[in-house]
């Protein structure tokens, strides 16, 4: 079992940047698919981001250009660095791990273990 800790929301204007943070104990994070996910307030939780266990990554076309994950696994973290960032990034975003190699990254179901979020505004 893995434990996340998200961390590194904040409130920027627009065209600004922000890197958050997801910090796993418990195991190590290379053992899982890890996606960034985010939900603003009436809508479902939306896929943003995802690295699979080769260091792959894949991103939601609302994001592409302006979004980067990456992963230390000396310090067993995952980030996500947010530039440009525009009004409807605002959500509260949440960090994911998937044990098994199914499911799309697109699908909330895939994943096993969430973080308890962080929240992103960005003013107009």
């Known amino acids: 079992q893995v434990q996340l800790v998200d961390s590194g929301g904040g409130s920027v204007q627009a065209g600004g940047s922000l890197r958050l943070s997801c910090v796993a104990s418990?195991?190590?994070?290379?053992?899982?698919?890890m996606s960034w996910y985010r939900q603003a307030p009436g809508k479902e939780r939306e896929f943003v981001s995802g690295i699979d266990r080769d260091g792959g990554p894949n991103y939601a076309d609302s994001v592409k250009g302006r979004f980067t994950i990456s992963q230390d696994n000396a310090k067993n973290t995952l980030y996500l660095q947010m530039n440009s960032l525009k009004p409807e990034d605002t959500a509260m975003y949440y960090c994911a791990a998937a044990r098994g190699y199914q499911g799309s990254w697109y699908s909330a179901a895939k994943y096993d273990y969430w973080g308890q979020g962080t929240q992103v505004t960005v003013s107009s």
């Open positions: 418990g195991r190590t994070l290379c053992r899982y698919d």
